[in-house]
């Protein structure tokens, strides 16, 4: 509907965790490298954890694609909202498993049976579980005893926990601290900040085929930021809803007061902070103004001392 107006080949925006527009923060390169580095080495039990919207998903969709490129077996279970037998149920069709029984101690027999064939044969298996959170304590407590399946050297499943904040919250329970303590590591993700999201949002326009001219104007980017808190689910939103407010209303680049219009649309004005986007994007010209106005009145203050030459006293 607007590509055409911005010059673009598809919409930059969608909120669909694609991994091709997975925007490589510092933060998001070490957790990645974590990821990579923690199951390469079969360290056995990896968190990831951060805020919603912060891109978790995105980036266990990266994970997968390289997993997949290096030929190691996964199962991903996107649904978290489960009992045990269906945990088994998932494992096992994931990882293509066949198994006549449905008991636990057919299932758990056969899984490790197929987990020893992979590691002498040099492959490792690897179990991804997002939103971990909604976990209930029996199902992690049978994530846990999974762990159990290794040799005397190396743990034959390597598994990735994925969730929210209070996916943290949840392990210092008591009763799990014997999961917490076998996480050997932790991985995060984080909001963005200002001049990420600047980088972020240039980034995505390009790889959507933006050809360099201007989309968004530089208070629109302020504005963005201000209301999303930095979260780049709500970064995408409203960049995606602006530019099709910019496209039905033939404005180019998209100004800050549509920014503003989503942003009140979504109410994203009641939680994120009320400084106005104009005031901010002044404020920030006033401190540069400011601090140019000091320097310049101290290199007058020196040009000013320079100048007071002592004169000699006329003899009478």
């Known amino acids: 509907m607007y590509q055409k107006f911005f010059g673009l080949r598809e919409s930059p925006f969608n909120v669909n965790p694609d991994p091709r527009y997975l925007y490589m923060t510092k933060q998001t390169q070490e957790a990645l490298a974590g990821l990579t580095y923690g199951i390469q080495n079969r ?3 990896i968190l990831l954890t951060g805020e919603v919207g912060t891109g978790k998903t995105t980036l266990i969709n990266q994970l997968l694609d390289w997993l997949r490129a290096q030929r190691m077996s996964t199962a991903f279970i996107f649904n978290s909202r489960l009992e045990v037998n269906q945990l088994f149920d998932f494992i096992m069709a994931d990882f293509e ?9 057919q299932v758990l027999l056969r899984l490790n049976h197929w987990l020893l064939e992979r590691y002498r044969t040099g492959g490792t298996a690897v179990l991804i579980i997002d939103e971990a959170q909604n976990l209930s304590t029996d199902v992690l407590e049978e994530i846990r005893l999974l ?8 743990k034959l499943l390597q598994i990735v926990l994925c969730g929210q904040p209070e996916l943290e919250e949840k392990l210092r329970q008591p009763q799990l601290r014997q999961l917490r303590q076998r996480i050997t590591l932790r991985c995060h993700t984080s909001p963005l900040t200002l001049d990420e999201t ?3 949002i240039g980034e995505r326009l390009r790889i959507g085929g933006a050809n360099g001219e201007p989309i968004f104007s530089k208070e629109a980017v302020h504005a963005v930021h201000n209301y999303s808190r930095g979260i780049p689910r709500v970064v995408n939103s409203l960049c995606e809803h602006s530019l099709i407010n910019a496209y039905v209303d033939g404005v180019r680049p998209v100004p800050a007061q549509l920014v503003e219009d989503v942003a009140r649309e979504f109410q ?10 104009g005031a901010l994007f002044r404020a920030e010209q006033a401190a540069n103004t400011q601090s140019l106005l000091k320097d310049l009145d101290q290199i007058l203050e020196r040009l000013r001392q ?3 030459v002592p004169t000699r006293e006329r003899k009478p």
Do not use: W
Not at 99 to 105: I, L, N, Y
Not at 268 to 277: Q, S
């Open 306 to 308: 320079s100048a007071v």
């Open 198 to 200: 600047f980088k972020y």
């Open 268 to 277: 994203l004005d009641e939680i994120a902070p009320t400084v106005p986007v």
């Open 147 to 154: 762990t159990n399946l290794e040799t005397s050297t190396e």
């Open 97 to 105: 498993i066949p198994c006549e029984s449905r008991e636990k101690s």
């Open 43 to 45: 360290k056995g039990f």
